[in-house]
């Protein structure tokens, strides 16, 4: 069963902006932890940014100054900004959570062990 239900995405040119969203209001409270990743034909699933119970958030070098990651915790949904968007931004994008307090204690990049719950993923595609 999907618990996290993702919408947005879509085909833009480079230098477009695209915004997705990701609703947990299957659960009862915010996730503690949140975070959008992606996967691209040929490689894995990598983190894009993280956003932590306390709102600090993290971002992956490629995406930083572009994307931004945010949440409203009363309508318990994540949203991934995403700026002047580059082909090698095409992708799947998955939203993840946790709600293990401790689940960023490492922190750095997101990374797919620290997230048990899953969005259906959406896919984005930049053409130049």
């Known amino acids: 069963q999907v618990q996290l239900v993702e919408s947005g995405g879509g085909s833009v040119q480079a230098g477009g902006s695209l915004r997705h969203s990701c609703a947990a209001s299957r659960y009862t409270s915010m996730p503690d932890c949140m975070a959008w990743f992606r996967q691209t034909p040929g490689k894995e699933r990598e983190g894009v940014a993280a956003i932590d119970s306390d709102d600090s958030t993290t971002y992956a070098d490629s995406v930083k100054g572009r994307f931004i990651i945010s949440k409203d915790s009363a309508k318990k949904t994540l949203y991934l900004q995403m700026n002047s968007l580059k082909p090698e931004d095409t992708g799947m994008y998955y939203c993840?959570?946790?709600?293990?307090?401790?689940?960023?204690?490492?922190?750095?990049?997101?990374?797919?062990?620290?997230?048990?719950?899953w969005g259906q993923g959406t896919q984005v595609t930049v053409s130049s």
């Open positions: 993840a959570a946790n709600f293990w307090p401790g689940c960023r204690r490492a922190g750095g990049i997101p990374r797919e062990s620290e997230y048990w719950y």
